[in-house]
């Protein structure tokens, strides 16, 4: 009676699991993606180097002569450079924003609107434009009055590798040049409407350009993020580039920090899931 009896809580503990809305779209019109548990590898870094196949009819055409003292060379400096990462598990489900915060949005719930590219900044609605020139300060300051308005979840900043895990959307190398310009929002005056672009394979829109996105933990002062977060700092992290930005920085990989240039930063929010 008593298997039968925990097969029946299991049972019903999977269904309701199961019937949690993969999309969900809150009181203000946020709408949040449900990212399930997993694992990744942070911080794996291995840059390129010219290979004797491969350069010699490039280096014909620069008059350049490398010798196999110059590939080796080449080769040392990227093997001292080369990280191998380290393993990251996401052990609990989350909600994250579909989009970033916009203007509309940052307006119903602080009644102001500080965005540098507004009203006649702009040709097309506002509203729909990410909000932008706000601190990490600011966006605490949003999130205790949306977690005060709807009291039925919590709202906070990702932390760098729940962003780093919902922006890969499952892939495990860096992404492709090709691919950042097809859905990042780059080389533009202004910033432009969130989710104009391609999204990333699991539905999320502009978390490469449009503008960096503050997350919850502190700058270590490193190229690269620690297995640990450190606890303490002067600065918070930044993720996922801007419209000023290009390829380079373009990349879930890139770990950098604010206060940045105010007018091309902004976030996004997560919401946590229900156990």
């Known amino acids: 009676m008593k298997t039968l009896i925990i097969s029946g809580i299991l049972i019903g503990l999977v269904a309701r699991l199961a019937a949690q809305p993969t999309i969900f779209t809150n009181t203000i019109g946020m709408e949040f993606v449900r990212i399930q548990p997993g ?31 110059d590939y080796q060379l080449a080769e040392n400096l990227v093997n001292q450079d080369a990280r191998p990462g380290f393993d990251v598990k996401i052990s609990k489900p989350f909600y994250i ?15 102001t609107n500080p965005s540098t590219f507004q009203g006649d900044r702009v040709t097309d609605d506002a509203d729909q434009h990410p909000v932008e020139q706000v601190s990490w300060q600011d ?27 919902a922006a890969r959307a499952g892939a495990d190398d860096d992404i492709p040049w090709k691919t950042i310009w097809a859905s990042a929002q780059m080389g533009s005056p202004t910033t432009a409407k969130v989710g104009q ?17 503050w997350v919850q933990d502190y700058y270590n002062e490193k ?29 879930y990989m890139t770990h950098a920090a604010g206060p940045g240039n105010g007018w091309d930063v902004g976030f996004r929010v997560v919401m946590e899931a229900k156990q």
């Open 223 to 251: 190229t690269f993020a620690d297995p640990t977060p450190t606890r303490s700092g002067t600065q918070h992290v930044l993720k996922g580039a801007s419209f000023v930005g290009d390829v380079k920085n373009a990349t």
């Open 39 to 69: 694992s990744m590898v942070v911080g794996r870094f291995q840059p390129p180097y010219p290979k004797p196949s491969q350069s010699e009819e490039a280096a014909k055409k620069n008059g350049v002569q490398w010798t196999k003292v």
């Open 197 to 213: 672009k391609t999204p990333n394979a699991w539905g999320l829109y502009d978390t490469l350009g449009n503008v960096w996105e």
């Open 97 to 111: 924003g579909k989009f970033e915060v916009t203007q509309g949005q940052w307006k119903r719930v602080m009644g």
């Open 139 to 165: 966006t605490q300051k949003f999130l205790a009055k949306l977690n005060a308005l709807d009291k039925e979840h919590h709202y906070r900043l990702p932390t760098e590798f729940e962003w780093e895990y």
